[in-house]
């Protein structure tokens, strides 16, 4: 058996990637979103926490499957932010302030996004993932 050895900056975008999926299905039983999962808004973010930690998981295990899926499931993130400086969903990053700060919370998403994008695309990260 081959042991992989994983760099830091991988070990923390995996535990990143596992608490960016518990803190949103937290968010789900906290705030009892579970009552709205027929909204496919909802389910999709229900499916993109659970996906989150699936990706942590596999990426301390340099699985490139796991590498892509959590590339793509930020790349959903920026997506959900987007749609909703679209459409005008109410969400603020100061409560009270949601006309003013939509595009800030895109912004906001988009910054992570592009720091995974680097990071993952970089060629001594994915050596790590092919081998």
């Known amino acids: 058996m081959v042991v992989k050895k994983?760099?830091?900056?991988?070990?923390?975008?995996?535990?990143?990637?596992?608490?960016?999926?518990?803190?949103?299905?937290?968010?789900?039983?906290?705030e009892f979103m579970i009552l709205y999962l027929l909204d496919a808004f909802?389910?999709?973010?229900?499916?993109?926490?659970?996906?989150f930690i699936i990706s942590g998981l596999f990426i301390f295990q340099l699985h490139n499957w796991a590498r892509l899926l959590f590339l793509f499931l930020m790349g959903l993130n920026v997506y959900t932010a987007l749609h909703g400086v679209y459409f005008g969903t109410p969400v603020a990053v100061i409560p009270g302030k949601e006309g003013l700060y939509v595009p800030m919370f895109f912004l906001i998403a988009l910054l992570p996004f592009c720091i995974t994008l680097y990071f993952f695309t970089r060629p001594s990260v994915r050596a790590q993932f092919l081998r």
Do not use: D, E, K, P
């Open 6 to 30: 994983r760099s830091l900056g991988v070990t923390v975008f995996g535990a990143l990637s596992m608490f960016l999926g518990g803190s949103m299905l937290w968010g789900f039983v906290s």
């Open 42 to 51: 909802v389910v999709m973010r229900a499916l993109a926490a659970i996906g």
